[in-house]
T-cell receptor
């Protein structure tokens, strides 16, 4: 099945700093790619997604570009806020069928200090 | 608004007891999933279902079972709880298709003592 690897955390930044969280994948074909975010005490929620190569997903100031050449989907934000402190998960479908079960990276904890 | 809810939010149980965690969704989704979240392992798939009467084993299914008698519910049962099953459990649901979003419940923190 497909798999994903993301950088380990924690990542600690000051407010307004630039954020990059690396994610690389192994997959057959070109499945959709996802970033999920988990705020303290909550479940995961979709942050952004890209459905085909060269697509850019964006939401809440976060961006990620589906790069098939480097099999990467790195998450970026130009200026982080304290409210962005959370755990971020890169994900893709485990199998390339209609079942849509996702496999997740290990998660990267982001801590933003005022 | 449609939602997915898990109960209980916290549970402490003793080794060897049977425990059932509830998951209920009002999205009318065919697909439902159970994951466990542990430090150092991220989220791992326990069981999943593509519809009523359909259940499938995931990556870490040993010691767990599920049943799907209707569209809305996918209860997770630990047949004989073990300390290794202390974890946070998340239920999720999604429509069929490759590009669809998975919606997660808020999680159940289970402690086996």
């Amino acid at each position: 099945g497909n798999s994903v690897t993301q950088m380990e955390g924690p990542v600690t930044l000051s407010e307004e700093a630039f954020l990059t969280i690396n994610c690389t994948y192994t997959a057959t074909g070109y499945p959709s790619l996802f970033w999920y975010v988990q705020y303290p005490g909550e479940g995961l929620q979709l942050l952004l997604k890209a459905t085909k190569a060269d697509d850019k997903g964006s939401n809440k100031g976060f961006e990620a570009t589906y790069r098939k050449e480097t099999t990467s989907f790195h998450l970026e934000k130009g200026s982080v806020q304290v409210s962005d402190s959370a755990v971020y998960f890169c994900a893709l479908p485990l199998l390339n069928n209609a079942g849509n079960m996702l496999t997740f990276g290990g998660g990267t904890r982001l801590m933003v200090k005022p | 608004d449609a939602e997915i809810t898990q109960s209980p939010r916290h549970k402490i149980t003793e080794t060897g007891r049977q425990v059932t965690l509830a998951c209920h969704q009002t999205w009318n989704h065919n697909n439902m999933f159970w994951y466990r979240q542990d430090l150092g392992h991220g989220l791992r798939l326990i069981h999943y279902s593509y519809g009523v009467q359909d259940t499938n084993k995931g990556e870490v299914s040993d010691g767990y079972s599920v049943s799907r008698s209707n569209t809305e519910d996918l209860p997770l049962t630990l047949e004989s709880a073990a300390s290794s099953q202390t974890s946070v459990y998340f239920c999720a649901s999604s429509e069929q298709g490759l590009n669809t979003e998975a919606f997660f419940g808020q999680g159940t923190r289970l402690t086996v003592v």
